[in-house]
């Protein structure tokens, strides 16, 4: 027991100088602008970084510290360009000062409470594990689930953003080369045409990514069927009242909203329109019904949830992490009107996964949903 006692302690003290260093920060730039999108942009960015303190506090995790560090670069140009006037130009470009100097002291004080944060890990903390009783104290793996990756959630981001970058540059090569049209007669880029490249390539890059977990790349993303076929009925029922939910918080939004609103656009959906319309309903059936929702369930639901879920943010805490990412990933955004469908339905799909063991659940129930809502673009 006392092989615990000190790394217990040492984690109050990160946590804490953490904590507290974020809080100053996020009170500070919601008191210089009380904006909403600055309120939310504060929210959300603080949302994750805190989540970031509690992972990486939990097992001397390393992954999480990466977001901590740029968060320390980040303070540490913000805190230099708002104290030193001689700091060089695009300095002061990139963090423009306020000249309050409450703004200063406090900003001051939250860098140097996260430099010792940060030093309290890197001495005391990461290299040390929890102890064994609180190993055990994991929540259950999903039913029918045992996913063992052999590298941590940091590398599952590494190859997600990899393979996303790299299918579209594979995509826009090819529309050089004159082999897929890649401009349409307005100018514009014609996304379907990259999208009908890079999603086959992606789910292809996940199955090879997956396949070095296990010799069976299926098994190591829970592409199997169902362990608890009883509970299909209700998951079934609990997605038709998510979608309604969805559809009555989407009519309050707009019968709340006036022409001189600057409400921002679901430009996900603004792309399905014209998917719709240029491409017709079979095609958009093909694309954003069937190799979307595989290549996004295969990459979030489950090579990155399955991934954060063996870290101290268990299965829960990787779902609203991943339903995140999926939302930004659709609307790159602060405004959280635009983010909440998107979050919902990753938290349902995630809820699917858990319950039933298998990634053909949520794989389908997103199918279904994308299905719809090209058939209602169409007849609209």
Same mark, same amino acid.
């Given at each position: 027991?006392?092989?615990?006692?000190?790394?217990?302690?040492?984690?109050?003290?990160?946590?804490?100088?953490?904590?507290?260093?974020?809080?100053?920060?996020?009170?500070?730039?919601?008191?210089?602008?009380?904006? /909403?999108?600055? *309120?939310?942009?504060?929210?959300?960015?603080?949302?994750?970084?805190? #989540?970031? *303190?509690?992972?990486?506090?939990?097992?001397?995790?390393?992954?999480?510290?990466?977001?901590?560090?740029? &968060?320390?670069?980040?303070?540490?140009?913000?805190?230099?360009?708002?104290?030193?006037?001689?700091?060089?130009? &695009?300095?002061?470009? !990139?963090?423009?000062?306020?000249?309050?100097?409450?703004?200063?002291?406090?900003?001051?004080?939250?860098?140097?409470?996260?430099?010792?944060?940060?030093?309290?890990? $890197?001495?005391?903390? #990461?290299?040390?594990?929890?102890?064994?009783?609180?190993?055990?104290?994991?929540? @259950?793996? @999903?039913?029918?689930?045992?996913?063992? @990756?052999?590298?941590?959630?940091?590398?599952?981001?590494?190859?997600?953003?990899?393979?996303?970058?790299?299918? +579209?540059?594979?995509?826009?090569?090819?529309?050089?080369?004159?082999?897929?049209?890649?401009?349409? /007669?307005?100018?514009?880029?014609?996304?379907?045409?990259?999208?009908?490249?890079? +999603?086959? %390539?992606?789910?292809?890059?996940?199955?090879?990514? !997956?396949?070095?977990?296990?010799?069976?790349?299926?098994?190591?993303?829970?592409?199997?069927?169902?362990?608890?076929?009883?509970?299909?009925?209700? *998951?079934?029922?609990? $997605?038709?009242? !998510?979608?309604?939910?969805?559809?009555?918080?989407?009519?309050?939004?707009?019968?709340?909203?006036? /022409?001189?609103?600057?409400?921002?656009?679901?430009?996900?959906?603004? =792309?399905?329109?014209? $998917?719709?319309?240029?491409?017709?309903?079979?095609?958009?059936?093909?694309?954003?019904?069937?190799?979307?929702?595989?290549?996004?369930?295969?990459?979030?639901?489950?090579? %990155? %949830?399955?991934?954060?879920?063996?870290?101290?943010?268990?299965?829960?805490?990787?779902?609203?992490?991943?339903?995140?990412?999926?939302?930004?990933?659709?609307?790159?955004?602060?405004?959280?009107?635009?983010?909440? @469908?998107?979050?919902?339905?990753?938290?349902?799909?995630?809820?699917?996964?858990?319950?039933?063991?298998?990634?053909?659940?949520?794989?389908?129930?997103?199918?279904?949903?994308?299905?719809?809502?090209? *058939?209602? =673009?169409?007849?609209?």
């Amino acid at each position: 027991m006392d092989t615990g006692a000190a790394p217990h302690n040492h984690r109050h003290v990160f946590e804490g100088l953490a904590y507290t260093s974020l809080a100053l920060d996020a009170g500070t730039t919601i008191a210089l602008d009380r904006t /909403p999108d600055t *309120i939310i942009g504060v929210c959300v960015i603080g949302s994750i970084l805190a #989540a970031l *303190i509690w992972a990486s506090a939990g097992r001397g995790e390393r992954w999480p510290v990466g977001g901590l560090l740029l &968060w320390f670069a980040y303070s540490t140009g913000d805190t230099v360009s708002e104290n030193w006037a001689g700091a060089p130009e &695009w300095l002061h470009e !990139a963090f423009p000062p306020s000249g309050n100097v409450y703004v200063r002291v406090i900003g001051f004080v939250a860098l140097a409470l996260l430099g010792s944060a940060l030093v309290v890990y $890197f001495t005391k903390l #990461a290299k040390t594990r929890a102890p064994q009783v609180m190993l055990d104290e994991r929540q @259950p793996e @999903p039913a029918g689930v045992a996913f063992q @990756p052999s590298w941590g959630p940091a590398m599952a981001m590494v190859w997600v953003v990899g393979l996303y970058a790299s299918t +579209m540059i594979v995509a826009f090569v090819l529309g050089d080369r004159g082999l897929i049209a890649l401009e349409l /007669p307005d100018g514009s880029t014609n996304l379907s045409a990259v999208e009908r490249v890079a +999603m086959p %390539l992606m789910i292809a890059g996940t199955l090879i990514v !997956a396949s070095r977990l296990r010799f069976n790349p299926l098994d190591a993303l829970a592409l199997r069927w169902p362990a608890r076929t009883d509970r299909l009925i209700l *998951i079934a029922v609990a $997605f038709t009242a !998510a979608m309604v939910a969805l559809f009555v918080i989407n009519r309050v939004v707009a019968d709340f909203s006036t /022409p001189e609103d600057d409400v921002p656009i679901d430009r996900s959906q603004a =792309l399905n329109e014209k $998917f719709v319309r240029r491409d017709g309903v079979f095609l958009s059936l093909i694309i954003t019904g069937l190799l979307s929702p595989l290549q996004e369930e295969m990459m979030f639901r489950g090579l %990155l %949830l399955l991934s954060f879920f063996h870290t101290r943010l268990w299965f829960w805490g990787a779902a609203v992490l991943t339903s995140v990412l999926f939302a930004l990933i659709h609307n790159f955004s602060l405004n959280i009107f635009l983010h909440t @469908p998107y979050i919902v339905m990753g938290l349902a799909f995630a809820w699917a996964l858990r319950w039933t063991g298998s990634l053909w659940v949520p794989i389908l129930l997103h199918s279904a949903k994308n299905a719809i809502s090209v *058939i209602f =673009l169409s007849l609209s």
